[in-house]
């Protein structure tokens, strides 16, 4: 059976850094993408960050460029992402997910993806 699992969100102050982790379990994420994603209630999910697992080619959304890093370590099929001087609008539940068809139409598509996670929360207060 095929799981993601996010960690690593928490309550945080303006400024702060996290680092998340989704971990997969069942499966690789060979030739895939695995992709974060946000949401808030009453809104749509958002596409954050995705990660070519193959050669680590990254994805971010112009939001959080310069301030996120993904990662990820093939050892423990892991994708992490380093979220630098946090802002309030970076709170929301973060899930991962990986995409399908494999490395197929826009990093950003959220319905080009699947497996998620049951997400993480992160709340950054001002």
């Known amino acids: 059976q095929v799981q993601l699992v996010e960690s690593g969100g928490q309550l945080v102050q303006t400024g702060d850094s996290l680092r998340l982790s989704c971990a997969a379990s069942?499966?690789?994420?060979?030739?895939?993408?695995v992709g974060w994603f946000r949401q808030e209630p009453g809104k749509e999910r958002e596409s954050v960050a995705a990660?070519?697992?193959?050669?680590?080619?990254?994805y971010y959304a112009d939001s959080v460029k310069g301030r996120f890093t993904i990662s990820n370590d093939n050892v423990k099929s892991t994708v992490y992402l380093q979220m630098n001087m946090l802002k309030p609008e970076d709170t929301g539940v973060y899930y991962c997910?990986?995409?399908?068809?494999?490395?197929?139409?826009?990093?950003?598509?959220?319905?080009?993806?699947?497996?998620w996670g049951r997400g993480t929360q992160v709340t950054v207060s001002s």
């Open positions: 997910a990986v995409d399908n068809p494999p490395l197929s139409g826009f990093w950003t598509y959220r319905y080009g993806y699947e497996n």
């Open positions: 069942g499966r690789t994420f060979y030739n895939c993408r």
């Open positions: 990660i070519r697992w193959n050669d680590a080619y990254p």
